[in-house]
């Protein structure tokens, strides 16, 4: 049996010895590499933080001092630690979130999966603590080196250093990468100390300073507050970037060495004040296969053999971002005023291949999506045309950049939302739904939404053609399926997909969804409903075909992946009404609620959102006999059909 078998909470760690901790990392790493290579999931980061993860339920005590994990791609060891070592469906529906989540655990303090805002929870918290009298409790933050690339960590630092009267340990998981490298100053700056002669000095220094502390000398320490600080930094001036702030550092040391660690960890805990420790760790650390992805050293991986790290996934055809990629390297060889921008996300939002034939047209701002946005801004101002490549979930936090810095000074800004909609496995604060009600309301935009390869390549050289307005282009996670051919392209750009018998029904298919559309028509055709299918392409502005189809239809049906509060049907609905057109608008789209992980197609079915369901509600509609809201098969829904006709 495993040691990790024995561990039911983290205070079954006390009484292990250090050669029961180590033998408890290999046996955490063994689980993590088995597990995580059936089921898919964020592999690199957690090997990189086991030792770390279990010197801090060591030293300090869960829940009563919450850890706060930024990001929490990296809290698989925080789970197994604190109980919850069945990973067989991890990031499936009934199995472990892939994050944080309070449900799982009195542990999981912080569930969004968004990087950066760990030091300011932290910082609320703990000033809580200390205002209402439990000055017995500590707050641990756990942040990596790439989410201080964004600027609400430096936020954050600046006012914990307003108030030195708690107890709080800001650790900085420094493994130089956050999906890959870390880029920029603070990156470079990092570096330096992980690789110079002097770190390996005062790692050796602070380890022995360490292991001769004892109880009475720690008391000095926490008495003189400082001279151990500057014992600690006399090799090197990393400290004073911490130490400009009034926050005391210590560090670094190494993140795989228990003793130094728990030493470590130890002295920041009795030190009384915000306290900064510098852990150096290794991405992947353990497992050759990911020590050696220079890509993102198995950040997130699908399921993989677990001894070689190959991917066994089956082959699922061309993805929505290689059509991405593949098409800006084309618009970039005939425009060289387009540059290309993300967030510290170079390759999973398809930019590598645009970085590597343009090298001088590529900016990786890091974790800094409001940076990235005003920037564009500016660029745009200076006669470039920016596309801005981020994952929808990500685009949330810059929305005030679009409105104020471009959409307000009439930029030529293009925005390339990668996993937009419902996007399965990683839970609510990565579903990509927001998009669409959050940007439709910003003054000017022109916003596509592309149904296939075809499409998706038309609309980005749209996009880009645009110089007096933000434009956005978004697509979902996966691949990209069969291309879909239009039987007309009206005047405005509207596609018709399909027509078939009387006017009944118009539905308007958004992006993906008109595969969808598509399909339900067919059933509705089998009912003797006509029905015309239609995609708008550019969903914003509404093109004034829509109003006129409308016009001529019983009903209309708007479809989304998107949430129907705010989505493009309720933009449909109020430009009809401005013209006049009362036909009725039937608006499906995903609910406003927080979605947990599930797959895709799972989600998708409990919203409503597949062609059998539809059908079912339209039929009932459109014969006004309201079919009982149960899902029926498609045998069921033409009883009932035939049924609603005899009655």
Known sequence: MSLLSSIGSPRDLDALTSAQLRELAGDIRAFLVENVSRTGGHLGPNLGVVELTIALHRVFDSPNDPIIFDTGHQSYVHKLLTGRQDFEKLRSRGGLAGYPQRAESPHDVVESSHASSSLSWADGVSRAFSRTGRRDRHVV??????????????????????????????????????????????ARYLNRVRTTESYRTLHRGSTDLARRMGPAARAVYRGVRGGTHGFLSRFTNNAALYSNLDIKYLGPVDGHDFTTLIETLELAKEYGAPVIVHAITEKGRGYAPARSDEADQFHAVGRIDPVTGESLAAGGGTSWTDVFADELVEVGAERHDVIAMTAAMLRPTGLLPFAQRFPDRVYDVGIAEQHAVASAAGLAYGGLHPVVAIYATFMNRAFDQVLMDVALHRAGVTFVLDRAGVTGPDGPSHHGIWDLAILQIVPNIRIAVPRDEATLREELREAVAVEDAPTVVRYPKGSVGADLPAIERLDDGVDVLVRSGAEDVLIVGIGPMAHVGVEVADRLRAQGI??????????????????????????????????????????VRQVLREAGVDTAVDELGVPDEFIDHAAREQILEDAGLVPAKIAQDIVAQVLGTRIPVARQTDSELRAVDVWSRQD
């Open 141 to 186: 933050a756990v942040v990596g080196d790439g989410a201080l690339t964004g600027g609400m960590t430096w936020e954050a630092l600046n006012n914990i250093s307003d108030d030195n009267d708690r107890n709080l340990v800001i650790i900085v998981n420094d493994n130089g990468r956050s999906y890959a490298p870390t880029i920029g100053g603070m």
């Open 530 to 571: 006509g029905a015309t299918v239609v995609d708008p392409r550019w969903v914003v502005p509404v093109q004034p075909s829509i109003v006129t189809l409308a016009a001529s239809h019983r009903l209309v049906i708007t479809i989304e992946d998107g949430i129907r509060v705010g989505g493009i049907g309720t933009r």
